[in-house]
């Protein structure tokens, strides 16, 4: 006979497993989309479809387009860190070309420039990702600018004055191994790459941000060029597309600020204005807010006002009866039910607004332990719950206003009506 438990349990577990492989494979996808196929699409362009007179021409337009979308961007978007990454690549680049081009990265002073810069590249890069964001117009955004600059006179100080002895040190060869005889990067500047990768990895495993995933393949991509067997055209491409990749992140990263918002995890009012334009012609909107919010935010602090919004987002998202939550912005939320009459609508408004008068807000005391007590009753009795209620106003399209727009209009004033009559109720 089939135990039921048994089975119910190796269910879940299964029903579990699929959900950690498809968070794996979101995971993985959103980390080789789109900076991971540009690469490869740069890589299999260069050494298998790239016509030899295309090369040439390429050459010509590429990296200037590149450099220029890379600062209107960074100072259209205020990215200062997008302008230094382009600069430093533009920089390295004309170097390499100037000093090391073709094979002189393997003699004299191209060498020592080739090998100097196979350092300072990766370690630029790691440093910019993780410097924030303070505006390329400000004192404190400025300041990399002079510490790109002022590498350039101490790698020219290197090259006049060989009799230091400095050079060597460039290409010093910690391990005797034959396979880095077949790469022309010196062991110091492998050794600084491998953990310019491991930072890299590290740093979009805890954020998942396109930012950070643009910063491992413009690393990806500048590797690629130095390994090349010499430098010229080729390696122009591979770091004009590794400011490319850069460029890309930044405006996904401004795209998902526009439609998303961070503090609540939910579509923001550009996604609400852009969802709502594509509706049938029937559909209801609800709009919600909390009750006295700016009361509990300035007697509790904006910590606990922040959490009170997650938590009436994390209401939000449950909602049932096919409606899709917004953040409308500040403590106004406003929710879409396409196809429902707002007739339709009211038993699922009802359930979320007494989940959430019964849920209440707990503040968490500061002199909390650090670990989990034995006795849960005694934490939980010196615990100060919080009564939170929010108002709900809905409309429906109909004949008299056709307008999407005029539908959220018509939900708002309906919110009105609910928090004039006393607030904790739906008006529609």
Not at 255 to 260: G, I, N, P, Q, V
Not at 340 to 364: A, N, W, Y
Not at 383 to 395: C, D, L, P, Y
Request: charged fraction near 20%; charge should be positive.
């Amino acid at each position: 006979m089939i135990n039921p438990v048994k089975l119910h349990i190796g269910t879940n577990s299964k029903f579990l497993s699929f959900k950690v492989r498809i968070s794996f494979l979101k995971t993985l996808f959103s980390f080789l989309i789109p900076g991971g196929l540009f690469v490869l699409g740069v890589v299999i362009l260069l050494h298998r479809g790239m016509p030899t007179l295309a090369l040439p021409m390429l050459v010509r337009i590429y990296p200037y387009v590149v450099l220029s979308a890379g600062i209107w961007f960074g100072w259209r978007f205020n990215r200062s860190r997008l302008i230094f990454v382009i600069l430093v690549l533009a920089l390295v680049d004309r170097s390499l070309l100037i000093f090391a081009g073709e094979n002189a990265a393997s003699v004299g002073v191209g060498h020592i420039v080739y090998n100097a810069i196979s350092i300072l590249l990766p370690l630029n890069l790691v440093v910019l990702s993780l410097m924030k964001e303070r505006g390329f117009m400000t004192w404190h955004g400025k300041w990399p600018l002079g510490l790109i600059l002022l590498q350039v006179p101490v790698v020219a100080l290197i090259c006049a004055f060989q009799k230091w002895g400095l050079s060597p040190y460039l290409e010093y060869s910690f391990i005797e191994l034959p396979l880095f005889n077949l790469i022309p990067l010196g062991q110091p500047a492998l050794a600084v790459f491998g953990v310019a990768f491991f930072i890299l990895i590290v740093r979009y495993i805890q954020h998942r941000g396109s930012i950070e995933c643009g910063f491992f393949w413009t690393l990806v991509s500048s590797f690629f060029a130095l390994t090349l067997d010499k430098i010229g055209p080729m390696s122009t491409i591979y770091f004009s597309t590794a400011g490319l990749v850069l460029i890309i992140s930044v405006i996904e990263t401004s795209f998902s600020f526009a439609f998303h918002d961070d503090l609540t995890d939910l579509p923001a009012r550009r996604a609400l204005n852009e969802t709502i334009s594509k509706l049938g012609r029937h559909f209801t909107v609800a709009m919600v807010d909390i009750d006295f919010f700016k009361k509990l935010s300035d007697r509790y602090g904006q910590l606990v006002g922040d959490q009170i919004l997650r938590m009436i987002s994390s209401k939000l998202k449950k909602i049932t009866g096919g409606g899709t939550a917004f953040r409308y912005g500040g403590q106004k939320f406003a929710v879409i039910f396409p196809g429902r009459f707002v007739d339709e609508t009211i038993p699922h408004l009802e359930s979320l607004r007494k989940g959430v008068e019964i849920h209440g807000f707990i503040l968490r005391n500061r002199k909390r332990p650090g670990k989990k007590p034995e006795n849960l009753e005694t934490v939980r009795a010196s615990q100060k719950r919080v009564s939170i209620t929010i108002s709900i106003g809905a409309a429906e399209r109909e004949e008299s206003h056709l307008e999407p727009k005029q539908v959220v209009k018509e939900a708002d004033k309906a919110l009105y009506l609910a928090q004039k009559a006393g607030r904790n109720q739906i008006s529609f």
